[in-house]
């Protein structure tokens, strides 16, 4: 994914502002996988970690250090 995925970024990262929980907790997953290349969609990521969901929480969490975002957000989150 990490090379090829570029252009399914900003689709993926819009999704999160619809996805019902399952779905964002996937496509936060998708997006880790993808890594650095979805750097760009690091606000999206980092606007889940407000989901109610501790699914979403955590693949937001994980997500955004995967993309290399701000994890800072992520720790009282998480802390929870």
Do not use: M, N, W, Y
Not at 19 to 36: D, N, S, V
């Amino acid at each position: 994914l990490k090379g090829r995925a570029a252009g399914v970024v900003k689709p993926l990262a819009d999704l999160l502002k619809d996805a019902a929980f399952g779905e964002k907790a996937e496509l936060l997953r998708t997006l880790a996988a993808i890594g650095p290349a979805a750097k760009s969609a690091a606000p999206a990521v980092a606007e889940s970690l407000k989901d109610g969901s501790h699914e979403v929480q955590a693949a937001a969490g994980l997500a955004l250090v995967a993309v290399g975002g701000d994890a800072t957000a992520a720790v009282p989150v998480l802390l929870k």
